[in-house]
């Protein structure tokens, strides 16, 4: 286990501090804000310490309202909104200087038979095993660049391998603009067999790709003076139990963006083509 996955997991066991009140904390980095990945899956575990362990998380919905603040512990309040026979739904509020920076519903469900059918189909990928880890793609196109040089040799929590162009690349290049990606993504240890965990850490690995998605579609790339953006809300489906110990293909599209909005959607297809994950997420896009 790499050192940042090892962090990843010490972040993600937050600290009770009261019947139904969490505290969580944020790697020791010089950012700016909180990576919102890393809010939504502390709040994904809040809510997952607080129900039984016979229901599996199957969606959230959630809200980016204030950048968090990575000097200070983020406050989890979770209410129980309800406890069904088959349902339970929780809500959580994040909070920093008091006042809330981030809100998420839950909603669990035991496992039951039904009625299945999968009109997604996973798209065409080479072996990710073929392919560069994202670092090196990156470190090819910038360099030995000094704003680039610490964050590119730090390990990574979550192995990315990249089908299509990354969003540098399309800048250099405008034929590789697009409104899609499909990336592979894995935890590159063996994980225990615990199905919140797992959920949890694709939560928080959803968060990475997709503005870049929409930026993809423009020919904008992060690190440009004029290029600001954000996550707003964000909302996933889990459609039956996978693992991210092992490749996960994220096929995202932006079907849209404007008025400094952009949408990104995504699906998680296991390596045998099952729908694992949708996902929807709105970001915020301003370029000056």
Known sequence: MNSALKELLDLLDLEQIELDIFRGRSPEERIQRVFGGQVAAQALVAA??????????????????????PAIPIVYNVERVRDGRSFTT???????HGKAIFTMSVSFHILEEGVHHQ?????????????QPFQDRLRAVVGDHPDWRDWLSKPRPVDARYVNALTWEAQR????????TNVWIRYDTELPDDPLLHVVLAAYASDFTLVDTVLLAHGLAWGASNVV?????????????????????YAQESPWSGHAR???????????????????????????
Not at 90 to 96: D, G, L, P
Not at 173 to 180: N, T
């Open 229 to 249: 953006g954000a996550s707003l809300d964000h909302a996933m489906w889990f459609h039956q139990r996978f693992r991210v110990d092992d490749w996960v293909l």
């Open 90 to 96: 929780r809500r959580v509020q994040a909070i920093q």
């Open 173 to 180: 290049d405008p034929s590789l603009i697009s409104p899609e």
């Open 48 to 69: 997952g310490r607080t129900v039984p362990d016979d229901r599996d998380v199957h969606s959230l919905h959630a809200y980016f309202i204030r950048p968090g603040d």
């Open 262 to 288: 952009g949408l990104a959607r995504g699906q998680m297809f296991t390596p045998d083509g099952r729908l694992a994950v949708s996902v929807v997420q709105e970001c915020m896009i301003r370029v000056s």
């Open 119 to 131: 009109a997604a189909v996973m798209p065409a990928a080479p072996d990710p095993e073929t392919l």
